[in-house]
């Protein structure tokens, strides 16, 4: 069975300042693996997703990578911003089983 | 364009009441989900609609959870008898065919608490 975590749980970082978040997985036959971003009262917003054939994802500001041997994968993000803050989940999917959520780190970035 | 959306969006019931929530996917997309966050939790799955297939069920926590989808479009979850412990944020996805390698997308949820 699919296991995700994340750490840390929290994190606060100054504007400006590059950060990287953590997620692991226990089941490395892993189809995708998806990163998203929860504002307060909020639901989700795609940020990423890395198939298992490939290592990393782009978007802007956002780098995700996975390494399948080793399961875990990163999101970092480059010269944070207080627009930033947010709570950010990683989930993955394997077999026929639907997304398994990590519990996510709130990230607040201070101006 | 219209995304997920849920309603309502926030809803106050009395312990052993039964709730009706409901999703609008987006339009167009085949599969459908429905997902829990607890405080302090993750998510967690509770069903999966895709097409005319029967549904995942596998995640509903008891037989007072269940969920329809009507005309494979909206769907509705029903929690009969509620509990203290149902209180919780519900929110549903949708995605174009239900691919594993699809995007899913995610409506604002319903926050249910059961006093």
């Known amino acids: 069975k699919q296991e995700v975590t994340q750490i840390p749980a929290a994190l606060s970082v100054p504007e400006g300042e590059n950060l990287v978040l953590n997620c692991s997985f226990t089941?490395?036959?892993?189809?995708?693996l998806q990163w998203f971003r929860q504002d307060p009262g909020k639901g989700l917003t795609s940020l990423l997703l890395?198939?298992?054939?490939?290592r990393e994802q782009t978007s802007g500001r956002l780098n995700a990578s996975l390494d399948k041997s080793s399961g875990r994968s990163t999101l970092y993000i480059a010269a944070s911003q207080p627009g930033d803050s947010a709570t950010y989940l990683c989930?993955?999917?394997?077999?026929?089983?639907?997304?398994?959520f990590g519990k996510g780190t709130r990230l607040s970035v201070i101006a | 364009g219209a995304g997920v959306s849920q309603s309502p969006s926030n809803k106050v019931t009395e312990k052993g009441k039964d709730v009706e929530l409901r999703c609008d996917p987006i339009s167009g997309h085949t599969a459908l989900y429905w997902y829990r966050q607890s405080l302090g939790q993750g998510l967690e799955f509770l069903i999966y609609?895709?097409?005319?297939?029967?549904?995942?069920k596998s995640g509903l926590p008891s037989d007072r959870f269940s969920a329809e989808r009507t005309g494979g479009s909206v769907s509705t979850l029903t929690i009969q008898r509620t509990q203290q412990e149902d209180s919780a944020v519900y929110l549903c996805a949708s995605s174009t065919s239900g691919a594993l390698l699809e995007t899913q997308y995610f409506g604002p949820g319903t926050r249910l608490l059961v006093l």
């Open positions: 609609f895709q097409g005319n297939s029967a549904p995942d």
């Open positions: 890395i198939q298992s054939s490939q």
């Open positions: 989930a993955g999917c394997s077999g026929n089983t639907p997304l398994v």
């Open positions: 089941d490395s036959a892993i189809y995708n």
